[in-house]
């Protein structure tokens, strides 16, 4: 059973516009949460992470936020950039330090 | 360069013939783990291991061991491979293995065909 999910595989955006790339977790006890960026014939760069006490992380361009009632979890873009093109896995860990990965999110962003 | 290396990039075997993949990372990291990629199913772990001597099973470690004799290597042994096993697999380090702010760095991949 999938713990993470991310229901869309696929998301098409004009450059300069907000990504917005979605992730829903069913473990309530998940307390470390992550997004790895991965280009083809590559393997997963790590992008940004967020703790389950905070809601909100920053880092440039790249927002994540946790909604911890909803047990969702989103990355934003802003502005989205041609070469933020790639494939967006988002992940967390359970208490026990296994780490559940979700199916991946393909991002195509659109000059 | 850090960076975490995997080889073979890839490999095509037979049913049942033992095999190795090796992971060496060279950034003094304590945490590496081991994941395989397949369609649908993303990324699952299949062995981590906090430190030297410490090994533990992932979400699929059936069909696989690991050893952890030094801090810098953690290889992938395949005893006897069987074609279910055919996948793209990652080995990956962190610094740690608690605490926010350490993500993984990932190898490059390991594409394995088991016939």
């Known amino acids: 059973d999938q713990q993470v999910k991310q229901n869309s595989p696929s998301l098409s955006v004009q450059e300069g516009r907000i990504s917005i790339l979605n992730c829903d977790y069913t473990n309530s006890m998940f307390d470390y949460f992550l997004w790895y960026k991965k280009y083809p014939a590559e393997g997963p760069t790590f992008l940004i992470s967020?703790?389950?006490?905070?809601d909100k992380n920053e880092d440039g361009r790249f927002t994540v936020f946790l909604n911890k009632s909803a047990k969702h979890l989103s990355l934003h873009i802003v502005p989205s950039q041609p070469g933020d093109s790639a494939v967006y896995f988002c992940a967390a860990r359970n208490t026990g330090n296994q780490f559940y990965f979700g199916t991946g999110t393909s991002l195509t962003v659109i000059p | 360069e850090a960076q975490v290396t995997q080889n073979p990039r890839y490999l095509i075997t037979v049913t049942g013939k033992k095999l190795t993949v090796t992971c060496s990372q060279n950034m003094n990291h304590e945490y590496m783990s081991w994941y395989r990629q397949d369609p649908g199913l993303g990324l699952r772990q299949i062995y981590y291991?906090?430190?030297?001597?410490?090994?533990d099973k992932g979400d699929v470690p059936e069909g696989y061991k690991v050893s952890r004799k030094e801090k810098r290597n953690f290889p992938l042994i395949l005893e006897s491979p069987s074609p279910n096993q055919t996948s793209l697999y990652f080995c990956?380090?962190?610094?740690?293995?608690?605490?926010?702010?350490?993500?993984?760095?990932f190898g490059s991949g390991t594409r394995l065909t088991v016939v």
């Open positions: 291991s906090m430190n030297v001597e410490v090994t």
């Open positions: 967020i703790s389950s006490i905070k």
């Open positions: 990956a380090s962190s610094l740690s293995w608690t605490g926010a702010g350490y993500g993984y760095t």
